[in-house]
């Protein structure tokens, strides 16, 4: 059983920035989709960005809200995935979920951000809030 644990959440100004992490345990092997989705009060969860762990294959929501201000990376000795967030914005406010499953290529992982394949293993999420 993988188990994933999100942190850096926190309540930050507009115009801020954090960097979201997510632990797995045990380490994953190096075919596995991580992927950071986000939920806002009365919105459907979204993918934003997702990585390939093997060879680090990135891909990001094609949202105008997400491109240029995500950016995910992966410190494997470490068996973490990062989420980097710059120029916050109010509209950003939500909890960010961590999610792993396996996966054959990064576009494979590209389908799963977008909710065509599931994702087996989800984390419990670390809240962003941010004010204006």
């Known amino acids: 059983q993988v188990q994933l644990v999100e942190s850096g959440g926190g309540s930050v100004q507009t115009g801020g920035s954090l960097t979201l992490s997510c632990v797995a345990s045990?380490?994953?092997?190096?075919?596995?989709?991580m992927t950071w989705f986000r939920q806002a009060p009365g919105k459907q969860r979204e993918g934003v960005a997702t990585?390939?762990?093997?060879?680090?294959?990135?891909?990001?929501a094609d949202s105008d809200s997400v491109k240029g201000r995500f950016t995910i990376s992966q410190d494997n000795a470490k068996n973490t995935v990062y989420l980097q967030i710059i120029s916050l914005n109010p509209e950003d406010t939500a909890m960010y979920y961590c999610?792993?499953?396996?996966?054959?290529?990064?576009?494979?992982?590209?389908?799963?951000?977008?909710?065509?394949?599931?994702?087996?293993?989800w984390g419990q999420g670390t809240q962003v809030t941010v004010s204006s």
């Open positions: 045990p380490a994953l092997p190096h075919n596995y989709c």
């Open positions: 990585i390939y762990t093997s060879g680090g294959f990135t891909n990001y």
């Open positions: 999610a792993a499953s396996e996966g054959p290529s990064a576009g494979y992982c590209y389908r799963a951000m977008y909710g065509i394949y599931d994702h087996n293993y």
